[in-house]
């Protein structure tokens, strides 16, 4: 078997990217950091269950 070390999704790292560059009062910021939060914690099960 295989095994291959577990990276951070792209869409997550593009997340997180996001979620720093832009301004609070941005009208998507609350979603983009929700959807954030959402990856992370997926994220985190993941490593959570090697």
Same mark, same amino acid.
């Given at each position: *078997?295989?095994i291959?070390?577990? !990276? *951070?999704p792209?869409?997550?790292?593009?997340?997180?990217?996001?979620?720093r560059?832009? /301004?609070?009062?941005h /009208?998507a910021?609350s @979603?983009?950091k929700r959807d954030a939060a959402?990856? !992370?914690?997926?994220y985190?099960?993941e490593?959570?269950? @090697?």
């Amino acid at each position: *078997m295989i095994i291959k070390p577990r !990276t *951070m999704p792209l869409i997550l790292q593009k997340l997180k990217v996001l979620e720093r560059r832009l /301004p609070a009062h941005h /009208p998507a910021f609350s @979603d983009i950091k929700r959807d954030a939060a959402r990856w !992370t914690a997926g994220y985190k099960g993941e490593q959570s269950i @090697d």
